[in-house]
């Protein structure tokens, strides 16, 4: 069984590489093509888009999938026509590829610079939502490479029915079926070979809970741009305008709890406890969000904030809790963020220009603010105009990935007939 | 035994995390400081560095180790000369770190660009040359990353006497010495560890044999930068000039037979035998270089060419050796190379434009060349000032990798109090 899997891994790859050089050469208008008519393949297969999710429902059902699980499986026509307002975005956007940039001569007399090119093929390993199918295949598309598709077990009748889509959406455009492949077999085995194939596929970009990230991250021998933990900071600084301080602290944590860029924990210098602290403590009980301080913290507010244990400071709570903790000093707070964070998003308020600059040179993380809340930490709010996700890497993407992060750039080099002396 | 090792690893790893903190936020002036430091204390240690290398060349010659490998090990005052050379090239060279751009406003109001920053820790693994310690930790207090060190146990004695001078350079500009720390001990368990510990190593840089390389590669967890195989191309397409075409195809073939640059297929158009390729042969043949031919070169030249094996197209001889192919369009030429090429270094001889588009566009290689020699494939030719490596990966970096390719870019975010509504 699984070396049959391992043979039908393999042929999807071979293929996938052999339409990323058809879809590397694409003009623009033959890329967006392609998505238009997959929107209108959707649009035109709603009746048997919403049957094939009736089988995933019912089966997901009897096996007991919870209620989130059940709700981020089911489509809708809402979410079809969110899913074709999607791909007309992506058709929308400008195209990354073939940008020159840079060229220059140098002193041998040839002209160097840079070309923006496909990856390749991008493996793509989510969780239950159909949606993703068509959101990571026209961001594939729109850049150029090819892509292998491989949803949860419990979305696959939906999936299968979107792919079809897909492959009509190509056909119109004249490119091969196999720019696109939805891994149709359930095996686990599937996501092993996907994982392993460098020969076949460029990057795998792994989309769901920590646990599926990791597992991928550790087998993979193909590179995995990933998104782990988001242990999000706001600091609040000595020099830090109150009114500011408590709208960005309020925002970052209760505007939406489960997001990876809301905050974690809040650290606030020991100057603004009365001007800040004190009333940020008052929204966030009306707010009923469970409160752990530091010693500090819990020796001036007893009997309102619990203390953190050993490890409150690098939890991702994504649930309405906050870490707080006072610092005496910006050293303490950098410090803090450095050791204890995940390098995701981490925000300054202050009016000091100093602190601000140091603070945004020494804070090592992917996004860094000065007096705006964390949640902007986003591929739409950066103005991306799409994302695969966020990168939590420093190699290659880093923080909100968009189309820019499924190419790469190669050096070209125009001469007239020169060579080295 | 093993488990000292791994304490010691882990203690090198955990100490350069700390001083990439500091040489992240150092000032230009302070690495350059660094760096020319370490260049007077090579001057001054010259009789320290020589007596230090005649015990590596000592242990090495009594080892049996060959003439290649001893010339490589090798110091003497001209090489210290390079050394110091070398530093103040990089100390003349444009800090990378700290650069702000695209800094532009999004609806919401708040402002949002990109700001580039070190990798933080680098580990760098290499073989006898003592000269790459200089060159590999001068780049990273460049680019404002810490380092460690891990050479050939054959150049103990002679990295451990520069890592001195670097010590004491690091020391004239107030950093720790652990910001570039050489491992001294020479058991193989070191690098094991250096390669599987992300929570210290940010990225490996391996330089040397390609089997080095793929066993790192293999083994590692933190991401590499590599070079693998120089299999590169030239194509003389059949709107060549053929005096461009001999020159060009005679210089990146012979001009140095060793460097992964040089040309190792040459593939010609059938239209350009006698215009090029029979003048070419005489050129190869007074060079004494071995010719190896598909079947129409053999047919055509059956006395002065041997026929090509299954394995010649995708060899890398780095040596006076050809394989040579006629192709009869130019689709052929960049499927041979899509197909056997090592995405190195490829080259297009041809004065049509539509060609020479369509061959930029469609060889996935790190460097496409029109019109020039595949030798020009070099971050000095490039004009990047310093090379680490040449990467074949299309992650991260791609082709030669200067200062650059140590660096990363973070998001930034201006606001004013700004929230997400």
Redesign the interface.
Known sequence: MTELVVDYMQRLGESAREAS?VL??ASTAQKNQALLATADALDQSRTVLLAANELDMEASRANGLDDAMLDRLALNSARIDEMIEGLKQVAALPDPI?EIRDM?F?P?G?Q?GK?R?P??VIGIIYESRPNVTVEAASLCIKSGNATILRGGSEAIHSNKAIAQCLKEGLAVAGFPATAVQVVETTDRAAVGELITMPNYV??IVPRGGKGLIERIS?DA?V?VIKHLDGVCHVYVDQAA?A??AI??A???KT?RYAPCNAMETLLIHESQVDAVLRPLLDIYESKQVELRGCEKVCALFADRVKAVTADDWAAEYNAPILAIRIVSSLDEAISHI?RYGSQHTD?I?TENFTDAR?F???V??????????T???DGF???LGAEIGIST????A???VGLLGLT?????????????G
Chains 1, 2 share one sequence.
Do not use: C, W
Request: net charge positive.
């Open positions: 050089r590397a050469r073939g220059h140098v041998s040839i160097v070309m090119v990856l390749g460029d990057v550790r021998s590179p305008d009114g500011k709208r960005i309020d925002n970052a505007q450095n925000s308020v140091r945004l040179t020494e090592d993380s992917s996004s860094v603010m000065i007096n705006a809340s949640r902007f930490a709010e950066y103005g890497d420093k190699l290659h880093r923080g909100p790469s750039e190669k050096y070209i080099v125009f001469g007239d007939g020169h060579v080295r």
